[in-house]
């Protein structure tokens, strides 16, 4: 969940960063936090996401060097899958980033999007450490906006 402070703050730089980009869904609960932002990029059609695609969710073999699989998808839900290839920026680099893209060829345009979103990371770690009382994601969440 993000508060309603964050979501704004991440609203603004998410259209300063990529301004084609058009919030569709908003739904607020009875604490004022809203529980899911659905980001459309112009004619980018929401997707099935895992939600939490990072190195600890997906299964790798070197002896294979395969992916044998993916778990956890407690996360996973219908919305942007610039979210998705964030988490796999912020784990692997640009460069797998890039190789990535023809599996995916709208995600070749929306490097941006994807680079903001692995710009909010830290921030919802922190906001984790707030919401579950984990001064440790706190102070991790924070060291990097210092």
């Known amino acids: 969940m993000v508060t309603m402070d964050l979501l ?3 609203t ?15 739904t607020l609960n009875q604490t004022g936090q809203y529980n899911d932002v659905l980001i459309v990029n112009g004619d ?12 600890s969710n997906i299964l790798y073999d070197p002896e294979s060097t395969s992916v044998t ?19 796999l920026l912020a784990s692997y680099g640009e460069h797998f980033y890039t190789q990535c ?3 995916c060829p709208e995600m ?10 692995c710009g909010t990371f830290t921030l919802q770690e922190a906001l984790f450490g707030i ?16």
């Not at 980018?44 to 190195?55: M, Q």
């Not at 956890?72 to 988490?87: M, N, T």
């Not at 009382?133 to 060291?143: E, F, I």
Request: glycine share 8%; charged share 15%; with cysteine.
């Open 131 to 146: 919401e579950n009382n984990d001064p440790v994601a706190l102070r991790n969440g924070l060291a990097s906006v210092n």
């Open 12 to 26: 603004q730089q998410l259209h300063q960063q990529c301004p084609n980009l058009h919030l569709q869904t908003l």
């Open 101 to 103: 893209c023809p599996h």
């Open 108 to 117: 070749e345009h929306a490097l941006n999007q994807v680079r903001f979103y």
């Open 44 to 55: 980018l059609i929401p997707v099935l996401r895992h939600g939490d695609f990072g190195t």
């Open 8 to 10: 704004a703050f991440y």
């Open 69 to 87: 699989g993916i778990i956890d998808f407690s996360s996973a839900g219908l919305g942007d899958p610039a979210v998705d290839f964030a988490a």
